[in-house]
T-cell receptor, first 109, second 113 residues
C-alpha cells in the first residue's frame, strides 16, 4: 500500500515563530511532490510544489530527500492567517495523488 | 479563473437511496477524481478518470460507481446509500501526467440517515 505519513499535530505556535512539518512517503517511484493547504470547511488548495533541489516561496521553504523518502515544509515568521491543515501530497500511478492525513497548524497572537 | 463545481454543498439521503454527485470542470482537464474525506482518515481516492468513458478504481471503490460521458463532467454514484457513506466528498481535476496541480471543488457534505 502506497502511503504518505504526517504528524497530525496540532502544532500551536505564536505569531512570528518558525515551524517545520515533515512527511514520509512509501512509494519510491513517486516523481512529483506537493504541499497543499486546507482551511477549515474548505477544499484543499496547492501551496507549493516540491522540487529536488528544494524551493522557496516567500516565507515557505520546501525540501525533498529522495534517498530517505522525506519531504519537509518550513514556515518562517508565522502569521495568524497561516492557521490551517497542511497536506503532504505525492503522485501515484495514472496521474493520481496520494494525500497524507494532514498536519494542523494553529498560530496564536 | 479555474473552476471545479460540485452540484450540491449539502445533501441528506435515506439509506438505500441511489445518490448522484455531479462535478463539472471548465479547464478542459483530462483527469478527474473523486475523494472522500473523513476525520482521522484524510482524503481517500474512490475513483478517477483520465479520459472520457475511462474510469479506474481508487483505494476505496466499494459501494460506488462513476460515469464520465463528457470531458467536463464526472459523476459519482452511490448505488444504495448506507450510513457509512456519510462523508465529505471532494471532486478534483488536473491536466497531464500527474505532476500538475489538482483543483478541487468546494465539496459535498453527504449525510445518509
Amino acid at each position: 500500500r502506497k502511503e504518505v505519513e504526517q504528524d497530525p499535530g496540532p502544532f500551536n505556535v505564536p505569531e512570528g515563530a518558525t515551524v517545520a512539518f515533515n512527511c514520509t512517503y512509501s512509494n519510491s517511484a513517486s516523481q512529483s511532490f506537493f504541499w497543499y493547504r486546507q482551511d477549515c470547511r474548505k477544499e484543499p488548495k496547492l501551496l507549493m510544489s516540491v522540487y529536488s533541489s528544494g524551493n522557496e516561496d516567500g516565507r515557505f521553504t520546501a525540501q525533498l530527500n529522495r534517498a530517505s523518502q522525506y519531504i519537509s515544509l518550513l514556515i518562517r515568521d508565522s502569521k495568524l492567517s497561516d492557521s490551517a491543515t497542511y497536506l503532504c501530497v505525492v503522485n501515484g500511478g495514472y496521474s493520481t495523488l496520494t494525500f497524507g492525513k494532514g498536519t494542523m497548524l494553529l498560530v496564536s497572537p | 479563473d479555474v473552476k471545479v463545481t460540485q452540484s450540491s454543498r449539502y445533501l441528506v439521503k435515506r439509506t438505500g437511496e441511489k445518490v448522484f454527485l455531479e462535478c463539472v470542470q471548465d479547464m478542459d482537464h483530462e483527469n478527474m477524481f473523486w475523494y472522500r474525506q473523513d476525520p482521522g482518515l484524510g482524503l481517500r481516492l474512490i475513483y478517477f478518470s483520465y479520459d472520457v468513458k475511462m474510469k479506474e478504481k481508487g483505494d476505496i471503490p466499494e459501494g460506488y460507481s462513476v460515469s464520465r460521458e463528457k470531458k467536463e463532467r464526472f459523476s459519482l454514484i452511490l448505488e444504495s446509500a448506507s450510513t457509512n457513506q456519510t462523508s465529505m466528498y471532494l471532486c478534483a481535476s488536473s491536466s497531464g501526467a500527474g505532476n500538475t496541480e489538482a483543483f478541487f471543488g468546494q465539496g459535498t457534505r453527504l449525510t445518509v440517515v
